[in-house]
């Protein structure tokens, strides 16, 4: 054998020993020095708070430290690899953001990449990370709280300031809406308005909370046309929200004002505080077969879901904390004593009035997917306090659906029925007297 043919079989039996190695080698031995690569990095910016979230390629340790004169964030990641994402950052970081001045990456030290968040002003942050989960690989937050919570209850009061917030039910809403025909939205339908120009007098204000579906790291479905559940939400809850405002004697707060994510039960917690009067939480959702079409109403189920779809439709929704991401390590008892069940009160009840209410306005703008009000175990609907409904207003996952979804004029018909449903159910339902504020 020639030493040639010798020292290439040799060669070759080293590369089939080091290939063995591979192939028996547990994946984290392998990981263990290989640099975690940074996919993506978002922010999202709000009032409520401010979120940074960077996406990478498996598990990394990480180190955080507040520093004040002046209030910086500062987080170290051991064994990144410092890449065009991290010096993207600083351009990720609008003027108007409400917490972060500005933010910088860069090497520290060998192996460890430190960012650099700049505040405006003294935060609560919440760091945590997130496990592999729909299209998401592994994400680190970083949630940038102020030290004073945004208080939902405060800028309800200043919607209409000059309005007292609960008194007597003396004045009721009008109880003059058709069984068999649309309300009319204008004065002249409605006997108990004033004259134009003369200033009613309101002693029992109606309070709804409307609540955009998803937001933020969680878009909703998405339609074959590229858009977002999540913006088709907040569109038409602002378009509600801006008809309620226009009454008398209703008002209404956002769960949501703008693309971030509030986990379901702060939405909750959320009405809750401002001792709403309903609930109405608003979505434009997908099915597994894009010729499902029509509008929906759910309410929340005691005994099992009406239908396998909605069953479905029921784990989808609460699968939106798992996407968006909540921080599991912070325990609120506050909202641990609103995720009550519904059969402790009589709310089931009038939450399936309401229902059927809008979804008989519903039917006159849109085919519906089924001609009752469907229930199911969705987790927003578990005010123990508060009728609550679910409206899907169609499916975006059904092409031509989806492109009604993105239709001002659509937008602006949903948001009307949606509104003579709330008027029709409390034309037969008057609110009760408040006492006082929470």
Do not use: C
Not at 74 to 83: A, I, K, M, P, S
């Amino acid at each position: 054998m020639s030493d040639e043919f010798s020292s290439t079989r040799r060669d070759a039996l080293k590369f089939a020993a080091a290939s063995l190695t591979l192939l028996v080698t547990p994946l984290g031995m392998r990981t263990a020095y290989a640099a975690t690569n940074i996919l993506g990095v978002r922010v999202w910016p709000a009032q409520d708070y401010t979120r940074v979230t960077l996406e990478y390629d498996h598990p990394i340790k990480y180190t955080q430290l507040l520093v004040k004169n002046p209030d910086r964030l500062v987080v170290d990641l051991e064994d990144v690899e410092f890449n065009s994402v991290l010096q993207s950052l600083p351009g990720k970081i609008s003027e108007t953001d409400p917490y972060i001045k500005l933010i910088r990456a860069g090497r520290n030290k060998p192996g460890v990449v430190r960012l650099v968040i700049e505040l405006k002003s003294e935060i609560k942050p919440q760091v945590f990370t997130l496990a592999p989960v729909g299209e998401y690989g592994h994400r680190l937050v970083l949630d940038l709280y102020p030290l004073e919570p945004v208080d939902p209850l405060m800028a309800l009061l200043q919607s209409k300031p000059d309005v007292p917030p609960y008194d007597t039910p003396s004045q009721q809403l009008p109880r003059d809406v058709p069984r068999d025909a649309p309300e009319p939205l204008d004065a002249e339908r409605n006997p108990n308005r004033p004259p134009k120009g003369q200033k009613p007098e309101i002693v029992r204000m109606v309070t709804i909370a409307l609540d955009p579906g998803h937001g933020g790291e969680d878009p909703g479905a998405v339609g074959k046309g590229g858009n977002y559940e999540k913006n088709v939400t907040i569109s038409i809850a602002r378009r509600l929200k801006a008809l309620i405002d226009g009454e008398d004697n209703m008002r209404s707060i956002l769960t949501r004002d703008g693309d971030f994510f509030v986990p379901l039960g702060q939405r909750v917690s959320k009405a809750r505080r401002v001792q709403a009067d309903l609930f109405v939480s608003i979505h434009a959702d997908a099915f597994i077969k894009p010729e499902a079409r029509g509008s929906s109403v759910f309410v929340l189920s005691e005994h099992g879901a009406s239908s396998s779809a909605a069953r479905w439709l029921a784990q989808k929704e609460n699968a939106a904390d798992l996407i968006g991401g909540v921080n599991l390590g912070v325990k609120d008892p506050y909202l641990a004593r609103t995720l009550l069940d519904l059969s402790q009160t009589a709310t089931a009840n009038d939450s399936l009035k309401l229902g059927k209410d809008v979804l008989g306005e519903l039917g006159r703008i849109n085919d519906l997917h089924k001609g009752k009000v469907e229930e199911a175990a969705f987790a927003v609907l578990k005010a123990p306090d508060i009728p609550s409904i679910l409206v899907e207003t169609a499916f975006i996952s059904n092409p031509e659906e989806e492109k009604r979804l993105i239709d001002d004029e659509y937008q602006d018909k949903m948001a009307t029925a949606i509104l003579r449903g709330i008027k029709r159910y409390f034309a037969k339902n008057p609110p009760l007297a408040k006492s006082k504020l929470m």
